[in-house]
């Protein structure tokens, strides 16, 4: 069945990770394959090659194909007249260099042509076969950011690279400490590797892994940038931060129109949170004897295009597929679930608590800081908060136990690497999916359950707009309030002075800024810390959330918040 198809009301478990180039016993990735076997029975000892090869490579990877003889005796030469779309009207244009620190800049990478040589045919043809010759050029052009260099990242970085992208920037401002070493293959295992930078330690071993993609690090960190440097990239990951930075990073990424990723492990749970904005992607199927029509098929997903050919006997359908997003703070707070989902019982009891439970985390990191519960007081606070969240979702409050609490507490700041590698892997898989368009993407928040082996899928959205029109028409994402984006905020770092916009000449048609970025020329670590302190405390802030979630729903019964774990377990590395 066609994962595009499904309800999008069903828990649905994430996409399927498709393979990645081989990996030889040392780690990196194969080379080499034998030039005298035939990947598709032909007998004559060449690739058959896709209709739209020939627009696809260079000028010398053609020449020496072309001279081999035995080419010619393809019959698939005689077909080779489609030409590939052009990646540039899907890949966003790399930036320039951005000021990012206090006297110094740092280049961001440029995309090379979006050519396929020969070598890199041989290369890659297996991943070739899976999503076609046009994805692959487009995955070699891709510019991709990623953001803490923890196990998470590992994983992703290793799934990235293999698969062949064009440039990855690793952006991490911290030191190694010995935590790094447990689940972090990438950190040499040097004794003076301490307190080295954690980005600059683990690119060595990347650019060994494949040195066709490029490898640059920006060892200063995420709080320093401005708006401007994250549109040097055509997809932005963050990992493993605060739910605040998450938010700010996110309305950075909406304001240049790029893809967002947003992941966390936390013990045996993990996220991941996909902002596409507005994406299409194109299925290729048989024609059934139904004809697809452009129109709605969820509240998010919408079919744009229909166009049909003939291959031989067979009629091919391609559906073009547009599916829209909502940002990280409405997703990770005020978005709730499908109607599909509160209309049923059976559905709601289905819904796995782990969701209210990182709710409940993030609240209690923006509540505390950014720290993680660990203290008796911190449990009870957050067993409060859990049942709030578990509430305001509509779930039934007895799937919400004690021991699922415990279980989750349980080494919920420790990096387990199986987790890590699971997340990881869809992750970046859902990145290849993106950058080829020929897949349904996450929509748009994936839960993963260590305990019962399980990541689900959830879009998470509030009533009203989603997609482009979160940022129009006085839609703030954030729930803070506007203010105007003027060409000179391209240079500021994230802690802005709006003092400084009066002398600044703004477009006609400006953008709205959510007023969660930093102001008043705070820097993202200032404004953090302000936002800290104007917090309420934690009885206060549990009775607003309970009058709250009472004035959007309220309950047929008073029910009791779960009861907090009493030892909740170790919070450190096993």
């Keep these: 069945m066609d994962p595009s198809n499904q309800d999008q009301g069903h828990p649905q478990a994430a996409p399927q990770a498709q393979h990645l180039p081989d990996v030889s016993s040392t780690g990196t990735a194969m080379s080499h394959i034998d030039a005298n076997v035939d990947i598709n029975g032909n007998g004559n000892g060449m690739p058959q090659l896709p209709e739209h090869l020939l627009n696809s490579m260079n000028p010398e990877a053609l020449a020496s194909i072309m001279a081999d003889p035995s080419l010619m005796a393809d019959p698939s030469m005689m077909a080779m007249q489609m030409p590939m779309a052009d990646p540039s009207s899907f890949m966003m244009q790399p930036g320039m260099g951005m000021p990012n620190g206090q006297n110094h800049t740092f280049d961001l990478p440029v995309a090379p042509p979006a050519t396929v040589s020969a070598d890199e045919i041989a290369l890659y043809d297996r991943q070739i076969r899976l999503w076609g010759m046009a994805a692959q050029a487009k995955i070699q052009s891709a510019n991709i950011l990623l953001i803490t260099i923890k196990a998470l990242a590992n994983e992703i970085a290793k799934n990235l690279v293999l698969a062949g992208i064009g440039s990855l920037t690793l952006l991490d401002g911290a030191a190694i400490t010995e935590a790094d070493r447990g689940a972090q293959f990438f950190i040499p295992e040097d004794e003076d590797i301490i307190g080295q ?196 979702l509509g779930l039934p409050s007895e799937t919400l136990r004690p021991e699922f609490l415990r279980s989750f507490l349980q080494n919920l700041v420790s990096e387990i690497a199986p987790v890590a590698a699971i997340i990881g892997g869809q992750l970046a898989q859902d990145v290849i999916n993106v950058l080829g368009q020929t897949q349904q993407p996450i929509q748009n928040m994936v839960v993963f359950d260590g305990n019962s082996m399980e990541g689900l899928m959830y879009p998470l959205h509030p009533e009203g707009s989603l997609g482009a029109g979160l940022l129009t028409d006085h839609q703030v994402p954030n729930g803070g309030g506007p203010m105007m984006l003027g060409p000179g905020m391209d240079a500021l770092p994230m802690g802005i002075d709006p003092t400084a916009m009066g002398a600044i000449p703004h477009h006609n048609n400006p953008i709205m800024i959510p007023g969660g970025l930093p102001q008043n020329g705070m820097s993202m670590q200032d404004a953090s810390m302000a936002n800290s302190s104007q917090q309420f405390n934690p009885a206060q802030a549990a009775q607003q959330d309970s009058q709250q979630v009472s004035q959007q729903q309220a309950p047929a019964t008073t029910e009791q918040p779960a009861q907090a774990p009493e030892n909740p377990g170790s919070s450190t590395a096993n």
């Design 197 to 392: 930078n954690r980005a600059q330690a683990a690119s060595a071993a990347l650019h060994k892994l494949n040195p066709r993609v490029r490898i640059h690090v920006d060892t200063e960190g995420v709080k320093t940038k401005g708006p401007s440097y994250f549109a040097g990239f055509d997809i932005v990951i963050a990992t493993d931060l605060d739910p605040e930075s998450f938010n700010i990073i996110n309305t950075a990424t909406r304001l240049n129109c790029k893809a967002f990723y947003a992941a966390g492990c936390h013990g045996l749970y993990g996220f991941i949170f996909s902002d596409l904005i507005e994406h299409d992607y194109v299925i290729q199927r048989d024609l059934g004897n139904v004809p697809t029509t452009p129109g709605p098929e969820t509240r998010t997903r919408t079919i744009v295009d229909v166009q049909t050919r003939k291959e031989g006997p067979k009629t091919i359908e391609s559906v073009t597929k547009r599916e829209l997003y909502s940002t990280w703070f409405l997703a990770s707070d005020v978005g709730g679930l499908p109607q599909d989902y509160t209309s049923s019982r059976r559905r709601l009891k289905s819904v796995t608590p782990a969701l209210s439970c990182l709710r409940a985390l993030w609240e209690f990191m923006q509540l505390q800081s950014g720290r993680s519960p660990i203290t008796r007081d911190d449990l009870k606070m957050f067993t409060q908060i859990a049942t709030l969240k578990h509430k305001a």
